[in-house]
């Protein structure tokens, strides 16, 4: 057993003996226990919420729906987009080398699931799964992506840097929903775990400093904006100047991008649906 | 509507748990503080338990408060902590014969912490407006004296307890904040870009003490959803954070939660 995995163990250990964590874990397995057909998850819980309730019975419900809707196939798709790029990945031999093998396998398995939950979500208003162009073709680029290890690696750390500053983005469109809300968090740390370590395979700080973008310069739009000092209306900027200063100011908060931002970044790899 | 939660003064759920961690605290923090300062948090279901009714909170002990102000306070209180472990992980024998990337991650994480903990200190005495200022939650003390900051690994792995729970708090507390509230999606935000940056740092840490392994996203420390897997960071609610953090025996000073929101 690893050093990690023993304190884990002691930690869950600990939660376990807490009164309240017990009462929550019975409630998840209510929830989500085996009874439970996993297609009808999110939603199910979303109409047992207060909110969600009183959301039925308002006028703003059905375009509340929608804009719910919206935002899990936006995420949808990006998920779908990370998940073809990793199983690719870690099915062409020689792209990664057996030292990192352990940490994509990793990363894909949790993209595979973050697929199937947003699938099994949305239901049967889940779209198809764009096809994707990992040359960056629709973009215009013609990338090494899978035959090239650091062309891998820098798509990855572009993919999951998107990734965070996406979900984050949606944040507000979720705020009346709280169990969907809670779900998207819970993915957009997973997605900022990824980002820290794929960048730090790339000799790159773990998180974001300023509009710093090593990608190749068509990706800048992955970081614009990262150099936001203003956080709730306070100017951060110059008040740090032995902490780091404004860098560690803009290190210190990861931005959000909006959807149709995002929309951009992904353009570059999603082969348009041809017109009938 | 938040519904607030009442937490009354009796640690945790049992005398024997109660007994134990107080015995910890006095193991750990010596006699000085023994019954006179530590953070106790249960919940209001635990009213009909057996035992001695808990003493009344005295005006001196600080209440985080209700509705956003609460959560503010209280996500502040997980950034004083984890700023004034990095400030003494810098003063330490770890950190003076680290190698200069690990020192690096070391000052970053003292600087982000440090500023996640003013932002939150500026943030809240504007929302309480002037006057007010008896409700932001005063500078906390810690006592960190079980950890030995001359050991990597000791350090490494305090490091890592306090980020991955920061991520929790902050992906539970998200519900907790409402947003139809004057700021509140702000807020809402905030709270959105500081959890990434924790994220990120509980990635690199425990990158660091077992590199390139499954560490930096690790089944254990991530919860299934729906039977997708284990790819969801967890959500922990306040009040299994805060005994937690109470397990830790790091925190001082004393305050309640007796009116934070619970959805």
């Known amino acids: 057993m690893s050093f990690i995995k023993f304190l884990d163990k002691l930690s869950d250990e600990k939660a376990l003996n807490a009164k309240g964590s017990r009462r929550e874990s019975l409630k998840q397995f209510k929830d989500f226990g085996k009874g439970a057909a996993i297609a009808s998850i999110p939603f199910g819980l979303a109409a047992t919420s207060n909110k969600a309730k009183a959301a039925t019975s308002s006028m703003a419900a059905a375009a509340f729906q929608a804009d719910s809707t919206a935002v899990l196939n936006f995420a949808l798709t990006l998920e779908y987009l990370e998940k073809e790029f990793y199983n690719i990945a870690v099915d062409t031999d020689g792209l990664i080398p057996a030292e990192t093998k352990d940490v994509f396998a990793q990363i894909s398995k949790h993209e595979d699931s973050h697929v199937a939950f947003l699938k099994a979500a949305l239901g049967d208003a889940a779209i198809a799964k764009p096809t994707f162009d990992f040359t960056g073709g629709p973009g215009g680029l013609s990338l090494d992506t899978f035959s090239n290890y650091q062309t891998f690696l820098a798509l990855s750390q572009g993919f999951e840097d998107t990734g965070v500053r996406a979900y984050k983005g949606q944040a507000g469109a979720l705020a009346n929903d709280n169990a969907l809300l809670e779900y998207a968090l819970q993915i957009h740390s997973v997605e900022a775990r990824h980002a820290s370590k794929v960048r730090r395979l790339r000799g790159e700080k773990g998180w974001i400093t300023g509009t710093e973008n090593t990608l190749p310069e068509p990706f800048a739009p992955i970081y614009a904006g990262e150099d936001n000092t203003v956080q709730g209306g306070v100017d951060l900027a110059g008040m740090f100047p032995d902490l780091g200063g404004n860098n560690a100011v803009t290190e210190a908060f990861d931005e959000p991008l909006t959807m149709d931002e995002v929309k951009a970044i992904a353009g570059f790899f999603i082969v348009p649906p041809e017109e009938d | ?263």
């Open chain 2, 1 to 263: 509507m938040k519904k607030p939660v009442k937490v009354e003064f009796s640690g945790n759920s049992t005398k024997d748990d109660k007994r134990n961690s107080r015995r910890r605290f006095i193991k750990l923090g010596g006699l000085a503080f023994a019954g006179s300062s530590f953070l106790m948090y249960s919940c209001s279901d635990d009213d009909d338990l057996p035992g001695p009714k808990p003493p009344e909170p005295g005006d001196d002990v600080f209440d985080l408060g209700a509705g956003n102000l609460g959560v503010l306070n209280y996500a502040y209180a997980l950034e004083q902590l984890e700023t004034a472990f990095y400030k003494e992980v810098r003063e330490g024998g770890y950190y003076a014969g680290a190698d200069d990337n690990e020192k690096q991650i070391m000052d970053d994480l003292y600087y982000h912490e440090s500023i996640h903990s003013a932002f939150f200190k500026t943030a809240i005495t504007a929302a309480v407006g002037e006057g007010n200022e008896d409700k932001v939650l005063p500078d906390v003390e810690f006592d960190f004296s079980s950890v030995d900051f001359d050991d990597r690994m000791a350090v490494l792995s305090t490091s890592l307890l306090l980020e991955d729970t920061g991520v929790s708090a902050f992906n539970g507390a998200g519900k907790l904040i409402d947003v139809d509230a004057e700021l509140g999606g702000t807020y809402l935000l905030i709270a959105g870009k500081i959890v990434s940056v924790e994220a990120r740092h509980a990635s690199a840490i425990a990158d660091l003490m077992e590199p390139n392994t499954t560490a930096f996203a690790r089944d254990e420390v991530l919860v299934d959803v729906g039977g997708s897997g284990k790819a969801y960071d967890k959500a922990t609610p306040p009040a299994d954070v805060l005994s937690a953090v109470v397990n830790t025996g790091f925190v001082k000073t004393e305050f309640t939660a007796n009116e934070l929101p619970t959805e």
